[in-house]
């Protein structure tokens, strides 16, 4: 059995000791093995210039928010997923990073940029890899608006993702229903966490839908926070259940796949 909770607070705009600050209280409100926050949890989201971006970026493993979850991974003992900004020489990247209690850790930057991310962020590199969270659990990342792309979430379940860490700042309406689809196709568990509160930074404003969600391998919501207040919820899993990918005594999510049939480009 293990221990999964999803974080949901309303970062500050280009503050990264508050919102460290605030990660590590709601950390430490908790006992668990995984936590999953919200996309540009380091930083806030609304940005309006690339100078503004790169000066709450950092590069890992040397950045100094990286350093201070490491820290904090290892003294809670849980496994940790976080949106940051990320520098990788000039480059910025809208990435999440997995660090673990024992020090290993992985990067995911994201593929599908939204709106204007696209002017400030590189589409991410790093493709869709599995890594293992406490206790050797294989999970996936992916971040919020690569819902839209079924391939995504396929990628990761395909690879073996038992549990998929999905750090988002959500602002369509759509994605917290369309997740039970992607949780349901893949017999995966998913953790959708978002962010809460309307960010202001000039001309610029976009309003978030909290509802953050833990879903399990039928898609069915296990939990799921309201919509406009900071919370962080655990619950108790059984993440090899994902491994199991029968429908029915006829048919397999997976072995009854036809790629030969599919066109996906
Ligand atoms: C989003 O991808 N932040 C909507």
């Known amino acids: 059995m293990y221990r999964v909770s999803v974080c949901q607070f309303e970062p500050k705009l280009l503050d990264l000791d508050y919102n460290l600050k605030r990660m590590s209280e709601m950390i430490a409100t908790v006992d668990?093995?995984?936590?999953?926050?919200?996309?540009?949890?380091?930083?806030?989201?609304?940005?309006?210039?690339k100078e503004e971006v790169r000066s709450i970026s950092e590069s890992i493993p040397d950045g100094k928010v990286f350093k201070a979850m490491q820290e904090l991974s290892r003294v809670h003992d849980c496994s940790l997923v976080y949106g940051f900004s990320e520098l990788d020489?000039?480059?910025?990247?809208?990435?999440?990073?997995?660090?673990?209690?024992?020090?290993?850790?992985?990067?995911?930057?994201?593929?599908?940029?939204?709106?204007?991310?696209?002017?400030?962020?590189?589409?991410?590199?790093?493709?869709?890899?599995?890594?293992?969270?406490?206790?050797?659990?294989?999970?996936?990342?992916?971040?919020?608006?690569?819902?839209?792309?079924?391939?995504?979430?396929?990628?990761?379940?395909?690879?073996?993702?038992?549990?998929?860490?999905?750090?988002?700042?959500?602002?369509?309406?759509?994605?917290?229903?369309?997740?039970?689809?992607?949780?349901?196709?893949n017999r995966c568990y998913s953790i959708t966490s978002n962010r809460i509160g309307t960010e202001i930074n000039g001309d610029q404003k976009e309003t978030f839908t909290g509802a953050s969600q833990i879903l399990g391998i039928k898609g069915e919501i296990l939990i799921r926070l309201a919509t406009d207040s900071e919370d962080i919820a655990t619950l108790v899993i059984d993440p090899r259940l994902a491994q199991d990918k029968t429908v029915t005594p006829h048919n397999d999510a997976f072995t009854d796949r036809r790629p030969d049939m599919y066109i996906l480009g």
């Open 32 to 49: 668990t093995d995984l936590i999953v926050f919200p996309e540009l949890a380091t930083s806030g989201y609304v940005f309006r210039t």
């Open 89 to 185: 020489g000039s480059k910025l990247y809208n990435s999440s990073a997995l660090v673990n209690p024992d020090g290993s850790y992985q990067i995911y930057r994201k593929t599908h940029l939204f709106y204007r991310e696209k002017l400030f962020f590189e589409p991410g590199d790093t493709g869709f890899a599995i890594a293992n969270a406490k206790g050797g659990i294989p999970i996936g990342m992916m971040i919020c608006f690569d819902w839209q792309f079924p391939e995504a979430m396929r990628s990761l379940a395909l690879q073996g993702a038992m549990i998929v860490c999905h750090p988002s700042n959500l602002v369509l309406p759509w994605c917290q229903e369309a997740m039970k689809t992607r949780s349901l196709e």
